[in-house]
C-alpha cells in the first residue's frame, strides 16, 4: 500500500466522521489535512441538498424531499436593515408563489412568496428574535421556514444558481 | 419577494427594477420623466440609492443603513440634499398684503375642499424680500396659485413680484451643526434663533441664505446657496473637522421627521384633512383669528370652538411595525376609530411610532387601542408628541 493510498482512506474515513460528527473535530483528529480538505467535506454534503431560485429573490434547499426556504443576498442587500420579520405558523398548507411570510426594514414591508407548494415543518425562531439574521447570513442562519414539499415538478420552473446570477446581472 | 418602499399618495419610493417600474401605473414611476437636483452627481459618486420622489431622482440611503444615517443626524449632524423644494423670492413694498392673500387664498381653497392644500414656509429676510420654500410635491400647484395670486395682485396695482430662486439647498441638522457651521460664518450663530434667517457667505461661498429651521426635531439649518457652488459647499461640510457629518437620505429624513412628531403633506395632511383636526390650529395667527378676516374663518374658528370629529394623534406599539394606512380599533378590537398616516419602527426608541387619526373621544394620551396590521390584531396606545423631545434653538 503507498503513503498516497493511505492518506486517502485515512481522509475517505474522516468523510465518514464529519458526517456523524461535529465537523471542527476533524482538524484535532487529523491537523496534516488542513483547512482545503476541510472545505471539500463541507461541499460534498452540501451536495445532497439542490438549491433553486425565483426571480423575486427567494431560494430553496431542497433534500429527501423537504425545502429550506430564504431570501438571497441581493433581496437583503437592498431590503437594508431588517428589523421584523413575521413567518407563517407550522402546519399551514402553502401553495407555490403564496406568501410565506413579510420581511420589514425601516421604511417598507416587503413579502416573501414560496418557491414551491407544501406544508410548513418548521420556522427559523432565531431570525424572529433576531431579525437582522437575514441581512447577515441570507443563505444560512438567516433562513426562514422549512417546507414538507407536496409537489417535486414545481422545481422545473426555478432557476439554478447561474441562471439567477445572470437574473440579477440584467437588473443592475 | 417584492422589494419595495412605501406608496404614498402622491410619491413613489421604489426600489423595483424598470422592468417591475413600468408595468406599476403610478406617477413618477419611470425614471426618464425624473428631475435631478444640483448634487445628482454627488449622489451618485458617494453610493447614494437613487429613487423616483416626487417627480425627482433622490438618494433614499446612502451605504449606510437607514437606521445607523437616522441615529447619526440625533447624536451628531447630518446633511441633506432638499434642493427638490421650491424657493421662491417676493419682492416689492407689497409682499406681504400679497402673500397673505395668497394664504387666504389656501384658506379659502381650504374651506371649499376641506382640506390643507400644502405646507409651507414664509421667512421674512432684512433684505427687502419675502423667502418661501415649498413642499417638492405641491411645486407645480404651488407656483401656479402664486402666480394666479401675483396677476390679479398686480392688476390692482399692488407693487409685487416674484421670482423663482434656481439654488440647492442643503439641510444641515443635528445637535452639532452650530459646532461645524460657526467655522463658516462670520456671526454669531447664538443670535440666529428657529426659525429665522440671514443671507451670508459660508465658508467663502457669498449669497447663502442661511434658516434656522428644518424637519428632523433637531437643531439645524438650510442652506440655500448657489447651484454651480452646491456640490462645493457640501465637499467643504462633510470635511469638516468639527464633527463628523454624513450625507444622509430621504429614508432617515421620513423616520426623523415621524420621530419628530411632524407631518408629512399627502400622508398626514392633505386636501381632505382640516388644520383643526391636523392639530395645526397654531398656524393660523391669533391676530388672524380675531379678525377672522378669511373666508373659511367661520369654520375653522367653529372647528377650533366645538372640537373636531377627529384628531391627528401619535401612537407607540410593539410587534409588527404598523404602516400607514393600517385601521385603528377600540381596545376591544370591535369599533373602528380612525386609521394610520405615516408608521414605522423607530430607530431611536426600538418601537414602533405611528401618527395617524383617531375620532376625538379616543385621543388621550394613554388610550388603549388595535391596531390591524395583516388580519391579526395588535396592542398600541395613543401617544404624545413629538415621540423624540425636539431639540430646536430657542434662546429665552
Known amino acids: ?172 | 419577494m417584492n422589494i419595495y418602499w412605501e406608496n404614498k399618495k402622491w410619491m413613489t419610493l421604489s426600489l423595483l427594477n424598470d422592468r417591475v417600474k413600468q408595468s406599476m401605473s403610478r406617477p413618477f414611476s419611470s425614471f426618464q420623466d425624473l428631475k435631478r437636483t444640483c448634487l445628482y452627481d454627488f449622489h451618485v459618486k458617494n453610493g447614494g440609492r437613487m429613487v423616483p420622489f416626487a417627480g425627482w431622482e433622490m438618494p433614499v440611503q446612502y451605504k449606510t443603513g437607514i437606521s445607523a444615517s437616522h441615529l447619526h443626524v440625533r447624536s451628531e449632524v447630518g446633511l441633506f440634499d432638499v434642493s427638490h423644494m421650491l424657493q421662491t423670492k417676493i419682492t416689492g413694498k407689497d409682499s406681504i398684503p400679497y402673500i397673505e392673500s395668497l394664504i387666504e387664498l389656501y384658506h379659502f381653497l381650504q374651506m371649499m375642499q376641506g382640506g390643507i392644500l400644502d405646507d409651507l414656509i414664509v421667512s421674512k429676510t432684512t433684505d427687502g424680500y419675502l423667502y418661501v420654500v415649498s413642499n417638492a410635491g405641491c411645486a407645480d400647484k404651488d407656483f401656479k396659485n402664486m402666480q394666479t395670486k401675483l396677476e390679479e395682485c398686480k392688476r390692482k396695482g399692488m407693487d409685487v413680484n416674484l421670482e423663482v430662486i434656481c439654488n440647492g439647498l442643503l439641510a444641515l441638522q443635528g445637535p452639532a451643526m452650530s459646532k461645524v457651521l460657526q467655522e463658516g460664518v462670520d456671526f454669531d450663530l447664538s443670535n440666529l434663533p428657529f426659525m429665522t434667517n440671514k443671507m451670508t457667505s459660508v465658508f467663502g461661498i457669498p449669497d447663502c441664505r442661511v434658516t434656522r429651521c428644518g424637519y428632523t426635531g433637531e437643531d439645524g439649518v438650510e442652506i440655500s446657496v448657489a447651484a454651480n457652488r452646491a456640490e462645493e459647499l457640501v465637499n467643504i461640510l462633510l470635511n469638516s473637522k468639527a464633527a463628523n457629518v454624513q450625507p444622509i437620505g430621504l429614508g432617515a429624513r421620513d423616520s426623523l421627521r415621524l420621530e419628530a412628531g411632524l407631518c408629512l403633506y399627502g400622508n398626514d395632511i392633505d386636501e381632505t384633512t382640516s388644520p383643526v383636526e391636523a392639530m395645526l390650529t397654531w398656524t393660523i395667527g391669533k391676530r388672524r383669528r380675531q379678525t377672522a378676516d378669511f373666508p373659511g374663518a367661520k369654520r375653522i374658528l367653529e372647528e377650533i370652538k366645538n372640537k373636531p370629529a377627529r384628531k391627528r394623534v401619535g401612537f407607540l406599539s410593539t410587534g409588527p411595525p404598523a404602516r400607514d394606512g393600517t385601521p385603528v380599533y377600540d381596545e376591544t378590537g370591535e369599533k373602528l376609530l380612525g386609521k394610520l398616516t405615516s408608521g414605522i419602527p423607530s430607530p431611536s426608541l426600538k418601537q414602533n411610532v405611528a401618527m395617524g387619526y383617531i375620532q376625538s373621544p379616543y385621543a388621550k394620551a394613554g388610550t388603549k387601542v388595535k391596531f390591524e396590521v395583516r388580519k391579526k390584531m395588535v396592542d398600541a396606545q395613543v401617544s404624545k408628541m413629538p415621540f423624540v423631545p425636539n431639540n430646536y434653538y430657542m434662546p429665552k
Open chain 1, 1 to 172: 500500500m503507498t503513503t498516497g493510498m493511505a492518506s486517502h482512506l485515512v481522509r475517505r474515513a474522516l468523510v465518514q466522521t464529519v458526517r456523524l460528527n461535529h465537523p471542527t473535530k476533524i482538524l484535532q483528529l487529523a491537523p496534516h489535512i488542513g483547512l482545503k480538505s476541510l472545505r471539500c467535506i463541507c461541499i460534498s454534503t452540501k451536495l445532497h441538498a439542490k438549491r433553486y431560485f425565483t426571480e423575486k429573490h427567494e431560494w430553496v434547499d431542497v433534500k429527501n424531499g423537504e425545502g429550506v426556504v430564504g431570501i438571497t443576498d441581493y433581496a437583503q442587500e437592498k431590503l437594508g436593515e431588517v428589523v421584523y420579520a413575521q413567518l407563517s405558523e407550522v402546519g399551514t398548507e402553502i401553495q407555490q408563489n403564496d406568501e410565506i411570510g413579510v420581511i420589514e426594514s425601516v421604511k417598507a414591508a416587503s413579502e416573501v412568496y414560496s418557491p414551491v407548494s407544501g406544508e410548513v415543518i418548521q420556522i427559523n425562531q432565531e431570525v424572529c428574535d433576531e431579525p437582522k439574521l437575514i441581512n447577515e447570513s441570507p443563505y444560512e442562519k438567516g433562513w426562514l421556514v422549512k417546507l414538507k414539499l407536496t409537489n417535486m415538478e414545481e422545481l422545473e420552473v426555478l432557476m439554478d444558481k447561474d441562471a439567477y446570477e445572470n437574473h440579477v446581472k440584467t437588473l443592475e
